[in-house]
């Protein structure tokens, strides 16, 4: 069964102008797009907090777990080919490339953090931002 946010990504990438037509509100695809760029390099337990209004830095990150440094490499030049050929946009920062350990991604209003699975469960984003809406992003298979 479709959920409502993979009705959205369709029309996006039909007609990226015409999302805003579809709801009331204005839906950003930002997140879902790095996503889905973080799954095609197979990141793992990708997870999507929605921080607006309690963080005055970003409206969402993006959490991806990658297995080695040449894998949140992939990952990360991923996330990055993909929004600038769809989304037209690139990032305003990248830190931690060359070590890999964790690679941050600042789009604005996104942020993609990108972490070895020792750099995620010591930084622990997500209990450090519990109070924050969570969207499991649900994998292909």
């Not at 070590?99 to 604005?108: K, P, R």
């Not at 699975?117 to 450090?128: D, H, K, S």
């Amino acid at each position: 069964m479709r959920n409502e946010m993979d009705n959205y990504l369709e029309i996006a990438n039909q007609n990226p102008t015409k999302i805003n037509e579809t709801k009331e509100t204005t839906i950003n695809i930002l997140p879902w797009k790095i996503a889905q760029a973080a799954e095609d390099r197979k990141g793992s337990e990708i997870l999507i907090l929605k921080v607006e209004g309690i963080c005055y830095l970003t409206d969402y990150f993006v959490i991806v777990t990658g297995f080695s440094k040449a894998q949140v490499r992939a990952i990360s030049d991923s996330i990055e080919e993909k929004i600038a050929r769809e989304c037209q946009k690139e990032p305003l920062r990248i830190s931690g490339r060359t070590e890999a350990n964790w690679i941050l991604q600042d789009y604005g209003d996104v942020i993609a953090h990108i972490f070895l699975p020792q750099e995620r469960e010591y930084y622990n984003l997500e209990a450090f931002w519990g109070h924050a809406e969570k969207i499991e992003f649900s994998q292909s298979n």
